[in-house]
């Protein structure tokens, strides 16, 4: 397979370089000191900035708040500058990040937390009410709250958090006791000495939560050398179009999401500036930062490419400086991807992985001139096979589970030995749940799922979830969730339910499921039924018979962004 590697990338990657992901911050930090790191709302951190800022919150961390190595601090933030400080300092100082959807729901972030045995969490004003209703009921014990424009230069500052908090009244009330504000924690942090932690790769680095391959939401154990072999191999594919300490990428994506976040520090490790999009879904907004960077990359998923590509603005965006244009988290549509070549130039650059393999795998070259409609090929040090359902390698051209290896794929799932043995084969492969093929070239093409997962804009959404929250509803006596097809989102949550209640409305059940579930996993489309739905003779019901009968969403489906 590596005959089809652009010149240049290496068929196995050096995983000797860094021990740890903090081995990775240094050595950025060093060697490109003055440039700019991150870049937010029109204010810069510099690699040396961000070094210092890292250094003063892993040392608060430590001294004042008594966290050891080894601790779980939950991040709970859109992108924002807080964020990689925030990352970085807790990376340093030993302790395992546990990233949390700010958008999530009170029960939602319930589990995540006391799942990991998260003690500390750094937590955006804006969502602080959600962490207040169930903060008794997490091990958590120090809590950091920032505020939008914490590390904005000072009049901005203030101006931007008065106008966040007063004028768009987007920080509901809240009151969570003892907390610290993040600018104090840095400032404290700042007369203090850093007790260095010495890390390898066996450490761990991220609890990174996924529904897996099927079932309930479960920590990812990304080790320091799981997350630094993806860093190398992603920075080593991207190679033959990018140049160390030259390039701007636009990340609209969240860092809390596991695509955005190796490759923002893919992108990290060659010494490029990372604009960070706090609110993609304000497309004005976002389209005039994007008309003010000269940005030379970008990552997103299909939805946001469409988003782009639909809003009148982004004809006024100069796309003359673009090298690459990444697409992950889910498929990308034909229309969308010949529309984008024809707007910016470049193709949209498909790669596939899962959050169990840190998370990218396999990819087309960034060499490409045309969108193929294939993942592509496995990246450097990566296998990956065709295997039948007792784990049994498959011939060329025959469809079958697409399985992986690689230093990049996960240790197992955090507290659940159980799933982690059926996730891993007899071999060692870590199963993906999607169905695939091999070509002669060593392409790889997906032709299906294998599981009942739904994928909205590239976020996972697992139907027994959304099951389990329908039916705590007095008036729901059967319910089943689908994906169907969007043009926006790829899929939408579909919900068959036989009601308990007759009088049960759509209304109803929607505000019902608003309570427990965030934006992205709502429902879009309702169908209520008289009879019960189709089963197997155990009592299970068929979901696959459910989906066969859905060839489209109505026109009038929502729009669903990554959140």
């Not at 910016?344 to 169990?356: D, I, K, M, N, S």
């Not at 060499?367 to 295997?387: F, H, K, N, R, Y």
């Not at 091999?438 to 979830?465: A, H, L, Q």
Request: proline share 7%.
């Amino acid at each position: 397979m590596a005959r089809q590697y652009p010149a240049g990338v290496p068929a196995e990657i050096d995983t000797d370089q860094f021990a740890s992901l903090k081995d990775v911050l240094a050595a950025s930090c060093a060697r490109f000191a003055d440039l700019p790191a991150y870049n937010s709302m029109g204010a810069a951190l510099t690699f040396r900035q961000l070094d210092d800022a890292s250094r003063a919150f892993a040392a608060w961390l430590q001294k004042v708040a008594r966290l050891q190595r080894g601790d779980r601090v939950a991040l709970m933030m859109p992108n924002l500058l807080q964020y990689p400080v925030a990352l970085f300092g807790v990376l340093r100082a030993g302790m395992v990040v546990v990233n949390v959807n700010p958008l999530y729901t009170p029960r939602e972030v319930e589990h995540q937390l006391s799942d990991a045995g998260v003690t500390s969490i750094v937590v955006l004003e804006n969502f602080a009410h959600t962490l207040a209703q169930v903060i008794g009921s997490t091990p958590v014990r120090t809590i950091i709250t920032t505020q939008v424009g914490d590390l904005l230069p000072p009049l901005r500052r203030l101006l931007t958090n008065a106008v966040v908090k007063h004028v768009k009244k987007m920080v509901p009330p809240w009151r969570l006791a003892g907390a610290v504000d993040f600018n104090r924690v840095l400032t404290v942090g700042r007369a203090l000495v850093f007790d260095e932690v010495t890390l390898t790769r066996e450490d761990l680095a991220f609890l990174q939560y996924t529904g897996g391959t099927t079932g309930v939401a479960k920590g990812a154990i990304l080790t320091h050398g799981n997350m630094v072999a993806n860093v190398l191999q992603v920075a080593a594919w991207m190679s033959p179009n990018l140049n160390d300490g030259e390039e701007i990428l636009v990340i609209p994506l969240p860092l809390y999401h596991v695509f955005a976040l190796t490759g923002a520090l893919s992108f990290f490790s060659k010494g490029a500036q990372a604009v960070l999009i706090a609110n993609p879904r304000d497309l004005p907004v976002f389209l005039k930062v994007l008309r003010q960077s000269r940005f030379t990359a970008i990552i997103g998923v299909n939805t946001l490419f469409r988003a782009l590509l639909d809003a009148p603005g982004f004809a006024d965006v100069d796309l003359r400086h673009l090298k690459l244009a990444v697409a992950g988290g889910m498929a990308v549509q034909k229309v969308v991807a010949h529309r984008w070549k024809q707007r910016a130039g470049v193709p949209l650059v498909e790669g596939y992985g899962l959050t169990e393999s840190a998370p990218v795998a396999i990819a087309n070259p960034v060499t490409i001139q045309e969108w193929s409609g294939e993942i592509g090929v496995p990246l450097p040090s990566t296998d990956a096979a065709i295997l039948d359902d007792d784990g049994g390698p498959l011939p060329l051209g025959q469809v079958g589970e697409i399985c992986l290896r690689g230093p990049q794929v996960m240790k197992g799932y955090w507290n659940r030995p159980e799933e982690t043995a059926n996730v891993f084969t007899a071999g060692g492969w870590l199963r993906t749940g999607d169905m695939g093929v091999i070509d002669e070239r060593g392409s790889i093409r997906i032709t299906d799922r294998k599981k009942d997962m739904i994928v909205v804009s590239g976020f996972k959404v697992f139907p027994n979830e959304i099951e389990d929250v329908l039916t705590m509803h007095p008036g729901v006596l059967e319910a089943a969730a689908i994906g169907v097809p969007d043009e926006r989102s790829g899929e939408v949550v579909k919900v068959v339910v036989l009601p308990k209640d007759l009088a049960l409305t759509e209304g109803e059940l929607l505000a019902h499921c608003k309570q427990h579930l965030t934006g992205y996993k709502m429902p879009r489309i309702v169908e209520f039924r008289s009879e019960p739905l189709p089963k197997t003779n155990i009592g299970k019901i068929l979901r696959r018979e459910l989906r066969d009968g859905c060839t489209a969403t109505p026109a009038a489906s929502a729009p669903v962004a990554p959140g």
